[in-house]
Structures are given as structure tokens and as C-alpha cells.
């Protein structure tokens, strides 16, 4: 009884003094401890392995330059004479394709591909892993560790090319702040896009390096998705459209459904008015809309833009590829603690 | 249903341990049916290469899946979180972050252990001190050489403070100063925790271990005590060695109580085989002075834990013929 007594004294004074620590712990080390239970170390030395100033300073003009070359072709107005919203629609023209198509089409996915490829297949080829998993950490953090450095870095770089994007515009045309202001919607619309492109491909490719052994393989299936989505369907688009539809193949096209999402984005922000000055590119790249010619053939006026194939309504093309996104994810864990990491 | 108290005395249980890889007609089968009782102290696993050790290793910290049977460490399941926080592992040939200091690299893992940041580094400067890297604890381990390389391997799997310390093979890439230096070391941290070590250089285990488990083709062969193997392995073989082991080797042919006797050729000196080994002791000095002649040595042979090793799988080779 005595005994039993003492225990039941150490163990409160123990508690006592756990609780105490547990008071004073930076919110930084409480977090660490409570919410991210070791995720958070991973994501740190993740993001310090795929993020250099160097790889920035690469990697940020490539995202810009093509976006710059259409800003070269001079829009018929003076921006100095228009209002702020006036050079707003008029920049959002000239960037909507170039954005959507190179800066978070194919240089954002090749990007977030590349990134995110080595970090479980090469790690468990090199035999790194072996060592991180005798550690007392779970598989399932780990990934999670990988995968949001991988969408921490994107953020980043999309935010950083974006914004920069819009002052750079700004600068060419005007040099006005009252026009980058009114342009914040606009980049705000692309970032948001970006967001959902960065889940989308940061669970195909942290998925794709769960079940391959080499990232290499990882990087070339992704490209492979990539031009599939971007060049491939374009093609089978313009040469036999009807094959396209009597088979509907609209339902696995990729580049379609970003188009759709893309759109969706620029419709709900009301940033990019319909007009066949960007819509006729994105009938031809995505199909999201069909070619029609809505210019009023007497008065050469545009009668607000081109109509949509609707195929999907865009908020389900945006659902499902997130549920997608969701599923890639789930199923990069399942892999990930299902696999045998031997060297 | 297991025991919790029969568990409870092991610092590494297995039961039935399996694995098989593959499926169907290519199924093979790397580990069969390994029963393993570690108590406290340092422990070795033996067996050639391709025995089973690597993958039945690989089991117990939980990176590979177990087929059929359990494996603890302690009363913890193989491959939790809770067993591998008692567990330091360091694999058959470690690898790193080469764009990391020794330091960075020890507070990382130290962190996935468990620490807090600032123990994790208090930890860290410790064992680098105690491994003699401090001074290198700024360099990228990439500038590291292969002893200083396998020390922070250790360090790292020391760091969050594991009970059972489980090596792979630890010595395989190293020089002889290096081994030596690993070996010391190992010995030393067995003061401190239990430490169950792989090898299949049996004279490193033989200086380092108090029992011994013996695998071959993934089953046990032999699990027991140095000293007992040993006593379980003796021959009846005793070497004489004296000033004319020719001249003397007749003397002993005609000995009723000797049942065979030869000179080696190895090392010039008598083996014998005594038919009774009291009387042969009884009458060998009488002998010695009656013929003139002195003698050098004479000890009954004692079995390398090698020796033991080759024959046991040998004698398993061909029973599998």
C-alpha cells in the first residue's frame, strides 16, 4: 500500500514536471512536437536540398521569358491615357496564354517534376532512406515532409514569377503602381491556379517516385504527361476532332481539363473579359472553347468571345482532378509504407 | 498468445521469423523460421554471405516486411515507432547526405529521434567529440574518409539515445587500423546498451561477442555461447611439440593407449589422438625422460570460432545435398 503510494506520488511529480516543460516550450518547438510530430525537419532539410539562390535565378527568368515576348508585341492603345482597369484587361490579354501554357504549363510541371522526382526513389536507391526509416519517424511523414517541401517551393517560385511578371508588365508599358494594382486580381487569379497545378503534379510525381526505383524514369514519365497534356491531344484535336469527340476522348485530356480549370479561375476573378483576342488560343491549345467566329463582319467588332465546348462544367474538372490530386496522394503513402527499402 | 514476461527478459525476440520474396514458382525464401532470444550484452550473427542476416536485420528495424512470424524489440512490435525508437541501426554500408557537415547530418537525425533542436545539437557535438570528429564537424561528410565516414555512422545511430544498438556488418569496408578502431569502440558502447553486430569475419566477432547466432541458406545452425560452442566442438586432438618429434613420433607409435598418431606437416609437430587421455598423461613425462628428450608444448587443440563456422556449414551443405 505504501509502495503503491510512493508510485502514485513519483508519477504525479513526473507529470508535474513534463506538464511544466511541456508550458514553456517555444510555439515553434510545440508545434513541432504536437502538430507536425518530426514533418517539419523533413520539410526543412527537403526544401534546403531542392532550393538553391542559384536554381532561383535559373529558373525564374525561364518561367518569365516567354510571357515578356508576347508584352513585346505592342498593344493598340496608350498607356498612359488609360484607366488603371483599362490597362489591367488589356496586360491580362496579352498574358493569359503565355502564362497558362509556358510559365505554369510546361516550365512549372517540368519544375515541380524535377524537383520532387529523386526525393524517394533516389533516396532509397542511394540507401539514404534506409537510414531515415530506422529512425522513429513514420513512412507517412516522411512523404509528407517531401511532398510539402516540394508545394512550399512552388509556392515560392510561382509567387516570386508571378508578381514579378506583373511589375516587369508594368514597368514595359506604363510604370504606373495604380496599374499594377489593378492587375493584383489578375496575378491573384494565376497564383490560385498555380496552387492547383503544384497539387496536381506534386502528387503525380511524389507518387510516381514511390513506385519507381529510378528518378529518372520519375522525370520521364512526367515529361511524358506533360507533352501529352500540352502538344499531343492539340494534335489529335486539330487533325481528327470528330474521332475526338464520337470517342470522347476529352475525358482523359489532361491539357483540356487544366484549360477548363484555368478558365474557371479567370472567369471567377472576372480578370480576362471573353474576347477571341486569348480565346482563339486556348480553342487551339486546350479546347476549352470552339472556333467560331464571333467578330461582326461588318462593324469588325468582337462580340464577346468565343463558345465553350462544354464538355465539363469547369468547378467538376477542377473537383475531380483534385479529388485526383487527393487520391495520388493517398496512394503515394500506401506505396510508400508498402515498400521494401533494401539495398 | 505470447508471454509478456518471457519477452519481457529479451532485448530482441523473434518467432518464427520469415521472409519470402516473390510469389508462386519464383518465391524465394531468404529468412525461414528464425527463433532469436537476445538478452542483455553484445551479440553476433554470423553466417556467408547471402545467409539471411542483411534481410533478417532489415526485418527487425522495419524495413522490409515480415512474411510469417513476429519479431519485438523489447515489448515493443519490429518496425514501430516505438521499437525503433529503442533501436540504433547502422547498415552494411552507410550512406549520407554528402552535402552535409557530420554535425548537420547528427542534429537531422537527432531531430527525427526525437530531440529537441538544441539537445539534438548538444548531443551531436558530444559524440563527435567522443568519435574524435570534432574538428571535422564542419566539413561535408563527403570529404570524410572511410573510418571517419563509418564513426559518424555509428554517431548517427546513437544519437536519440537507443538501447539495443544493431549492426550491419560494420567493419566490411574498413582497413585493419580502422576495424580495430570500430571494434574498440563497439566493445566500449556495450557497457552502456545491448549491441547485436553481423559479420561474417568470425575472428572480429570472437573478440567482441559473448554469444553467437549462426545462420546459413536463412536458418539458425547454431545459437549459443562462445565458450560453449567451443567446448561442444572440441576434438580429442593433442599437439606435442619437443626437441626430436621425429625420433619421439616412434616412441609413441607403439603406445597401446594412443589410438593415432602423426606429424603434421604444417607445423613438424606430433598430433595424437589418445585412446585414453589419463594414461597418456600419466606415462608422457616418463617417456620424455626415459628417451632424452624435452619438451616444448603440448596442449590439447583448441577450435578457432572459424574452424567451428566452415565445419557447421559444411555439415549443413551437405546434409542439404
Known amino acids: ?343 | 498468445m505470447i508471454k509478456k514476461e518471457s519477452i519481457h527478459q529479451y532485448e530482441i525476440w523473434t518467432e518464427n521469423l520469415t521472409k519470402v520474396y516473390g510469389k508462386g514458382e519464383e518465391a524465394l525464401k531468404a529468412v525461414s523460421n528464425i527463433n532469436l532470444r537476445i538478452k542483455p550484452g553484445i551479440h553476433g550473427f554470423l553466417g556467408p554471405n547471402g545467409a539471411g542476416k542483411t534481410t533478417t536485420l532489415h526485418m527487425l528495424i522495419g524495413a522490409i516486411s515480415i512474411t510469417e512470424g513476429k519479431a519485438k524489440i523489447r515489448d515493443e512490435t519490429a518496425g514501430t515507432v516505438a521499437a525503433k525508437q529503442l533501436i540504433g541501426f547502422i547498415p552494411q554500408d552507410p550512406v549520407f547526405y554528402d552535402d552535409m557537415t557530420g554535425e548537420e547530418y547528427l542534429i537531422y537525425l537527432g531531430q527525427l529521434g526525437g530531440l529537441q533542436r538544441i539537445n539534438a545539437k548538444r548531443k551531436a557535438q558530444e559524440l563527435l567529440d567522443s568519435f574524435n570528429l570534432f574538428e571535422a564537424r564542419n566539413r561535408n561528410i563527403e570529404t570524410y574518409s572511410g573510418g571517419e565516414k563509418q564513426k559518424i555512422a555509428i554517431a548517427a545511430a546513437l544519437i536519440h539515445e537507443p538501447k539495443v544498438l544493431i549492426l550491419d556488418e560494420p567493419t566490411a569496408n574498413l582497413d585493419p587500423i580502422g576495424r580495430a578502431d570500430v571494434i574498440r569502440k563497439i566493445k566500449e558502447l556495450s557497457e552502456n546498451m545491448s549491441v547485436f553486430v553481423s559479420s561474417h569475419i568470425l575472428s572480429e566477432i570472437e573478440q567482441m561477442c559473448e554469444d553467437v547466432v549462426m545462420i546459413n541458406h536463412g536458418e539458425i545452425v547454431i545459437f549459443d555461447s562462445i565458450s560453449n560452442i567451443k567446448k561442444k566442438f572440441i576434438r580429442n586432438l593433442h599437439v606435442l611439440d619437443t626437441n626430436m618429434n621425429d625420433k619421439f613420433f616412434e616412441v609413441l607409435k607403439i603406445q597401446s593407449y594412443i589410438s593415432k598418431v602423426r606429424i603434421n606437416e604444417l607445423d613438424g609437430k606430433i598430433h595424437i589422438i589418445p585412446k585414453d587421455l589419463k594414461k597418456l598423461r600419466e606415462t608422457l613425462p616418463h617417456l620424455l625422460i626415459k628417451h632424452n628428450t624435452i619438451l616444448l608444448s603440448f596442449h590439447q587443440q583448441e577450435r578457432s570460432l572459424q574452424d567451428i563456422f566452415m565445419e557447421t556449414m559444411l555439415k549443413k551443405e551437405s546434409m542439404n545435398k
Not at chain 1, 511524358?224 to 492539340?234: G, R, W
Request: proline share 4%.
Open chain 1, 1 to 343: 500500500m505504501k509502495k503503491l503510494s510512493v508510485n502514485i506520488i513519483k508519477n504525479i511529480k513526473t507529470k508535474s514536471i513534463a506538464f511544466k516543460e511541456k508550458r514553456f516550450l517555444p510555439v515553434n518547438a510545440w508545434l513541432s512536437e504536437n502538430i507536425f510530430k518530426k514533418t517539419d525537419i523533413v520539410i526543412k532539410k527537403t526544401y534546403r536540398d531542392i532550393s538553391s539562390l542559384k536554381k532561383g535565378l535559373i529558373v525564374i527568368p525561364i518561367m518569365l521569358v516567354v510571357p515578356l515576348l508576347f508584352l513585346l508585341i505592342p498593344p493598340a492603345i496608350d498607356f498612359g491615357l488609360v484607366s488603371p482597369h483599362h490597362a489591367a484587361t488589356v496586360n491580362s490579354f496579352s498574358l493569359v496564354f503565355p502564362v497558362f501554357f509556358w510559365t505554369l504549363g510546361i516550365v512549372f510541371t517540368i519544375i515541380i517534376g524535377t524537383s520532387g522526382a529523386p526525393l524517394i526513389a533516389e533516396e532509397i536507391k542511394t540507401g539514404t532512406m534506409l537510414i531515415l526509416i530506422s529512425k522513429p519517424i513514420t513512412r507517412t511523414r516522411i512523404f509528407l515532409g517531401k511532398y510539402l517541401a516540394v508545394f512550399l517551393l512552388g509556392m515560392v517560385l510561382s509567387f516570386i514569377a508571378i508578381f514579378s511578371l506583373g511589375w516587369i508588365t508594368v514597368l514595359i508599358n506604363s510604370g504606373n503602381i495604380d496599374h499594377f494594382i489593378s492587375l493584383i486580381p489578375f496575378l491573384t487569379a494565376l497564383y490560385l491556379y498555380s496552387l492547383f497545378i503544384l497539387f496536381l503534379f506534386t502528387s503525380i510525381t511524389m507518387a510516381l517516385s514511390s513506385i519507381l526505383k529510378k528518378s529518372k524514369t520519375v522525370s520521364v514519365v512526367i515529361i511524358l504527361i506533360i507533352i501529352v497534356s500540352f502538344v499531343a491531344f492539340q494534335f489529335i484535336r486539330g487533325l481528327v476532332g470528330d474521332f475526338y469527340e464520337s470517342f470522347q476522348l476529352y475525358h482523359f485530356d489532361l491539357g483540356y481539363h487544366l484549360g477548363n480549370v484555368f478558365i474557371f479561375f479567370m472567369e471567377t476573378f472576372n480578370v480576362a473579359p471573353p474576347s477571341i483576342s486569348w480565346q482563339n488560343l486556348f480553342a487551339l491549345l486546350t479546347g476549352v472553347y470552339k472556333f467560331t467566329n464571333t467578330i461582326d463582319p461588318d462593324q469588325r467588332i468582337d462580340l464577346g468571345g468565343l463558345e465553350k465546348t462544354n464538355y465539363y462544367l469547369p468547378i467538376f474538372s477542377l473537383l475531380i482532378w483534385i479529388i485526383i490530386a487527393v487520391l495520388l496522394l493517398v496512394f503515394g503513402i500506401y506505396k510508400l509504407k508498402k515498400r521494401e527499402i533494401s539495398i
